[in-house]
């Protein structure tokens, strides 16, 4: 077992597991909203998970090289992310509230 629990070997197979009623259109419907939160939420999760365990190996002197690649490379897709959602967000609001 892990020190910490959100880096679990198997966690992210059991969010996959929650995310597959999210993987076609027909399921997306019959779940409407709830669905986008749950395959969002999940991604990041998953996303998260990963960026955990590269940061791990830094720790380690045998894989630091491969958190020092990764964990970056996570935190700049991260910050495209947030770079590419923020102003989408911001017009959707300011297109309800006229």
Same mark, same amino acid.
């Given at each position: 077992?892990?020190? $910490?629990?959100? /880096?679990?070997?198997?966690? $992210?197979?059991? &969010?996959?597991? %929650? ?6 259109? +027909?399921?997306?419907? #019959?779940?409407? %909203? $709830? ?7 999940? &991604?990041?999760? @998953? $996303? #998260?998970? =990963? ?6 190996? @830094? #720790? ?8 020092? /690649? =990764? ?6 897709? #991260? ?9 989408a967000r911001k +017009?959707?609001?300011? %297109?309800?509230?006229?």
């Amino acid at each position: 077992m892990s020190k $910490w629990p959100i /880096v679990n070997r198997y966690t $992210w197979l059991q &969010i996959s597991e %929650l995310l597959a009623p999210t993987s076609n259109d +027909a399921s997306m419907r #019959l779940l409407g %909203l $709830w669905g986008k939160r749950l395959h969002r939420t999940g &991604i990041h999760y @998953i $996303w #998260l998970i =990963f960026l955990a365990s590269y940061a791990i190996r @830094i #720790l380690d002197a045998a894989g630091m090289h491969i958190g020092l /690649v =990764f964990v970056p490379l996570a935190l700049a897709v #991260l910050g495209l992310r947030i770079a590419v959602c923020l102003p989408a967000r911001k +017009a959707s609001s300011r %297109l309800q509230a006229e």
